[in-house]
C-alpha cells in the first residue's frame, strides 16, 4: 500500500483540489476552449475588422457621414430621435440580461434541478454540483452581457449630449468651431456604443454556446466553433455587408 505523504495529502484534499475534481479534465477543457475561443475571436474581429471590411467599421463610416449631417442642419431633434431609438436596444438587453440572471439563480437554489434535467432527451446526466457550476458559468456570461449594455446605453446618453452641445449650424462657417472635429468626436461615440453593444450581443451567441454544454463536453466545443463561424460570416461576410456598397 502507498502511503501518501501529510503535504501531498493536505494539497490534495485542498478547496483548489476539490474544485478540479468536481468536472472532468474533458469539461475544463471545454470551459478553457469557450473562454480562449471568446477572446480570440474578440481580438482577431478588431484586427481584421481594422484591416478589411467589417459590419462594424462601414457603419462607423455611416455614423461620422451622419454626424457631419447634423452639424448642418437646426433643429437636431430628429439626430436625437434617432439615438434614442438605437439606445432602446442595450435598454431592452440589459432589462432581458437581469430576468435572464435571476431566472437562472432561481434554478440555482432548486435542489430537485438534476431530476428535471434527467427528463430532457440527450442530456448528459450529472450530479447536481456540477449542474450548478454550468449554471453559474451561464449566470457569469449573462452579468459580463449585462454590464457592456448598460456601457452601450451610457455612451447613447454621453452621444446625445454631445450633439445637444455641438454649436449652430450657421456658426460652424462664421466662427471658430471645427465642423470636422465635432463629427468625428459625436461619431466616435456612437462607434464605441455599438462596439460594446456588440460585445454584450457577442456573450449571447456564446451562451447558446453553453448550453450545449449541458448535452456533453464535445458537443459544447462543436456549438462554439459553430458560434465562432456564424459571428465571422455576420460580421464580414453578409448581405447586410455587401448591401452598405462593400
Known amino acids: 500500500m502507498v502511503r501518501v505523504g501529510p503535504a501531498l495529502a493536505s494539497a490534495l484534499t485542498s478547496p483548489r ?3 478540479l475534481s468536481l468536472l472532468p479534465w474533458l469539461d475544463w477543457m471545454a470551459v478553457l476552449f469557450l473562454l480562449g475561443a471568446w477572446n480570440l475571436y474578440a481580438w482577431f474581429a478588431v484586427y481584421w475588422g481594422a484591416r478589411r471590411s467589417s459590419l462594424l467599421s462601414v457603419t462607423n463610416r455611416f455614423r461620422h457621414e451622419w454626424m457631419l449631417q447634423c452639424t448642418m442642419r437646426e433643429p437636431r431633434m430628429l439626430d436625437g430621435m434617432i439615438i434614442q431609438s438605437q439606445s432602446a436596444s442595450p435598454s431592452f438587453f ?3 440580461s437581469i430576468l435572464i ?3 437562472l439563480f432561481a434554478v440555482l437554489s432548486t435542489t430537485n434541478a438534476s431530476e428535471v434535467m434527467q427528463g430532457i432527451p440527450f442530456v448528459q446526466q450529472t450530479t447536481l454540483p456540477v449542474l450548478q457550476f454550468k449554471i453559474i458559468v451561464l449566470i457569469s456570461i449573462f452579468v459580463y452581457a449585462f454590464f457592456h449594455f448598460s456601457w452601450s446605453l451610457r455612451h447613447y446618453v454621453i452621444a446625445g449630449v454631445v450633439i445637444g452641445a455641438m454649436p449652430h449650424a450657421d456658426e460652424f462657417d462664421a466662427g471658430p468651431h471645427d465642423r470636422e472635429q465635432c463629427a468625428r468626436r459625436a461619431g466616435q461615440l456612437l462607434g464605441l456604443a455599438a462596439e460594446t453593444f456588440n460585445e454584450g450581443l457577442r456573450a449571447y451567441y456564446f451562451s447558446f454556446a453553453a448550453l450545449a454544454w449541458f448535452f456533453s463536453a464535445q458537443v459544447f466545443m462543436i456549438a462554439t466553433i459553430g458560434v465562432i ?9 453578409s448581405k447586410v455587408l455587401r448591401a452598405l456598397g462593400t
Open 101 to 103: 440572471i435571476g431566472g
Open 229 to 237: 463561424a456564424i459571428l465571422y460570416r455576420r460580421e464580414f461576410h
Open 94 to 96: 440589459a432589462s432581458t
Open 17 to 19: 483540489m476539490k474544485v
